[in-house]
């Protein structure tokens, strides 16, 4: 008598419940947001009266504050003592500016003490 003929695995199945899992989880997973910017445009009337905005100049090669080239590094503390905790910094962009230049920018002032605005 003849071994009995075994019928070959049907994958098909298995394929589609493993496709139906992989749907799943990734529309059940959540996502982290890494390095977030809250970014807000300027309400009317910003900033104190008496104390004058301070004007950053970012150049691609450049660090400019109030027209006196400034080091990254400097940056937070200088603006901290021009602008106080009621004033505000000005950011202007020169043509060729990198976006990630700016948020190296805004990543090094956040939390600051005065109000952060982008000129656009």
Known sequence: MPAPR???LSLTSLIDVIFLLLLFFML???FTKLGELELTAAPQGAG???????????GAESLRLNAR??????????????AGPEGTALIALAE???AQ??????AALRGAPFAVRVLG
């Not at 104190?48 to 970012?58: G, I, K, N, Y």
């Not at 080239?69 to 003592?81: C, K, S, V």
């Not at 230049?101 to 805004?106: E, F, H, S, Y």
């Open 96 to 98: 060729g500016v990198e």
């Open 48 to 58: 104190s009266a008496e104390t004058p905005p301070a004007f950053v100049q970012l």
């Open 101 to 106: 230049r700016l948020v190296d920018i805004l």
């Open 28 to 30: 059940t997973s959540t």
């Open 6 to 8: 075994r019928r070959g």
């Open 69 to 82: 080239d400034i080091p990254l590094e400097d940056l937070r503390a200088a603006l901290t003592e021009l």
